[in-house]
């Protein structure tokens, strides 16, 4: 089984309620397996989210993913009752998610 | 930007929080031929729980590490020639400002010329214009007073006081990446609409702006991305060029590491939309950025550019958020998740029906068995050690400590083998945004000479 962690680097940040994922292949050549499969349904699912609350943006130079999840943080650091209210755990949670095998 | 390739500056990062390290600023301005050296130690909170503690005490307000900061640095950047930029005046930048002088001439630092930017406390204008506040939707006035309003002010104030000979800066709330942008347009006299340049050095200030976080900070992973020295872990900093061109680099006798993969990671750290990145210099657009390792621990990043600035500023309003009390206890072996779930259903049967919370205001935590993830992963039924945390949010501070009561409680009324109880009650600040005209934001700069 092959996971996101095979593969990839993730940054977690946070901007208010949302949080902000940078997915970071460690080979550049696994861009376009990511875009595939990390898409914006994937990633709300793993976070329990309905589809219109994640976007992503590509960045084929760097190359990156960005992934903005709206609303998934309970009020942001300032309105959580959570230990991380900031959410720098989350990313790891992405690192999860499982890849076809390919 | 310049055509000319001419002397670089350098740009180091002093600190990328309140509570960030010291000894890897004195090692920087000690031994790294800086001629800026920023610390960027205000998070989104700090500005609003600063106004609360001034408010208590007028002499305070600004970051308690100032003290200790410019002590630690202020000779050797005076030996080497390094001007100092802070936002670390907080609430109180005035204050702040007397502290350094009376620092520097403790220090018989004398002629150092330190510079107070203010300006960004905006509550009158605030109250005054009314804007719609981002998380409600409706104005500010139909909602409860803000105690504090501070806009985001830009790079112009401080260039000014560079340009008015300061060899210390200290601000309030100002844009992160602004602390850097303003030290390299003196030195390089960029057009403040060279939105190219501003983009760059927009670009430059957000990758030094989390210190640490270049070199291997929040980065490291035994497995992954195992980092070298972390325990001396080394700040960054950038050489820029008159026609943009950007190296990073740490010191080589520090700990960390700061390549392609770091810089990447602090490239995008925050970032909803790279292609435009809002600050009150330039909408920064890092689609198009490229990192290229050139040697060790040297990192060159070229193609950031950007657009004309918004013609609004962010305001962080602060709010009264009360208070939080909470309380952790610790099982382990044989089905301690059930005790420890146990526990929590106790706990919560006592803070809603004899103390009368809300179970909403209540949150419970079970570390150890998925609370990080949020319920979003499935908890380790197996789990061989599991930490209790009951948290919830309240009107006053002697209901936030019957929270942690309850839980302590838990040792002599509680599920078998309750270990390790600890309890705490915190005053909360809670903050929201909103825009306000860039018209009605006016910075001041007033620059005093230690005698």
Known sequence: MTTLDDLADVRAGDKGDTLILAVLPRDPADLGRLRAELTEATVAARFGLAADRVSRQVLPDLPALVLTLAGVLGGGVTGSLGLDGHGKTLGHHLLGVELSDG | ?451
């Not at chain 2, 740490?250 to 392609?260: E, I, N």
């Not at chain 2, 990192?299 to 009360?322: E, F, I, N, Q, Y």
């Not at chain 2, 050690?385 to 936030?400: C, D, I, S, W």
């Open chain 2, 1 to 451: 930007m310049s055509a000319s390739s001419g002397p670089s500056v350098r740009l180091g990062a002093g600190a990328g929080f309140a509570g960030d390290r010291i000894d890897p600023a004195v090692e920087l301005a000690t031994h790294g031929a800086l001629d800026y050296l920023v610390f960027e130690c205000l998070g989104e909170r700090t500005v609003a729980a600063g106004q609360a503690r001034r408010r208590a005490d007028p002499r305070t307000g600004f970051d308690p590490m100032l003290s200790a900061r410019l002590r630690a640095v202020l000779p050797a950047c005076r030996q080497h020639g390094t001007t100092i930029i802070t936002n670390s005046g907080a609430a109180n930048p005035l204050a702040a400002g007397d502290l350094a002088v009376a620092v520097a001439a403790d220090l018989g630092l004398h002629g150092l010329r330190v510079a107070v930017v203010t300006g960004d406390d905006v509550l009158d204008a605030v109250l005054a214009e009314d804007p719609l506040v981002w998380e409600t939707g409706a104005p500010v006035s139909s909602g409860p007073v803000p105690l504090s309003a501070n806009a985001y002010l830009g790079h112009e104030p401080i260039t000014q006081a560079l340009a008015e000979g300061a060899d210390v800066v200290i601000t309030g709330r100002v844009a992160d990446p602004s602390l850097y942008l303003a030290a390299l347009r003196h030195e390089h006299g960029w057009g403040a609409d060279d939105w190219e340049a501003m983009g760059t050095a927009t670009m430059v200030g957000h990758l030094l702006e989390c210190a640490g976080q270049l070199t291997g900070g929040y980065f490291a992973d035994p497995v992954t991305k195992p980092v070298p020295g972390m325990a001396r872990l080394g700040f960054p900093f950038a050489d820029v060029t008159p026609d943009g061109a950007v190296l990073l680099g740490k010191l080589a006798r520090s700990g960390g590491l700061l390549d392609r993969r770091t810089c990447r990671e602090q490239l995008l750290y925050e970032v909803g939309d790279p292609a435009g990145y809002l600050t009150p210099d330039v909408v920064a657009d890092f689609s198009g950025v490229r990192l290229l390792d050139v040697g060790p621990d040297r990192v060159s990043a070229s193609g950031a550019t950007g657009r004309p600035r918004p013609d609004s500023l962010k305001v962080t309003l602060g709010h009264d958020g009360g208070w939080v009390g909470e309380g952790q206890i610790s099982y382990a072996g044989p089905r301690c998740l059930a005790r420890a779930r146990l526990a929590g259903d106790i706990v919560l049967e006592r803070l809603t029906d004899l103390h009368g919370l809300d179970p909403d205001d209540v949150g419970i935590e079970l570390i150890g068995a998925g609370a990080a993830f949020r319920g979003l992963a499935v908890p380790a039924e197996d789990a061989q050690e599991v930490r209790l945390r009951v948290a919830a949010r309240v009107g006053e501070e002697e209901l936030a400590l019957l929270v942690g009561h309850e839980v302590e409680s838990l040792y002599t009324n509680g599920p078998a083998g309750g270990g390790g109880a600890r309890s705490g009650a915190t005053s909360q600040v809670s903050v929201r945004s909103c825009l306000l005209p860039r018209t009605l934001v006016t910075p001041q700069v007033e620059i005093t000479e230690v005698p």
